[in-house]
């Protein structure tokens, strides 16, 4: 299994319709698994981006 070395977690917002109603959204990390090194790890696709 991979490793997740990312410390990113799914943020959370109030999504406000025009009545002013809050309904809960989460938008999480773009987690993809990439090989570092001959290992297998969880990390972001801005991180991934970096890396290559």
């Known amino acids: 299994m991979a ?3 990312s410390n ?3 943020l959370t917002v109030n999504l406000r ?3 002013c109603n809050a309904t809960k ?4 990390p773009n987690l993809q698994k990439k090989t570092i090194n001959g290992k297998t790890v969880l990390i972001t696709a801005r ?3 970096k890396l290559a």
């Open 25 to 28: 959204s989460r938008q999480k």
């Open 47 to 49: 991180e991934a981006k």
């Open 3 to 5: 490793k997740n070395i």
């Open 8 to 10: 990113k977690k799914p």
């Open 17 to 19: 319709s025009k009545a």
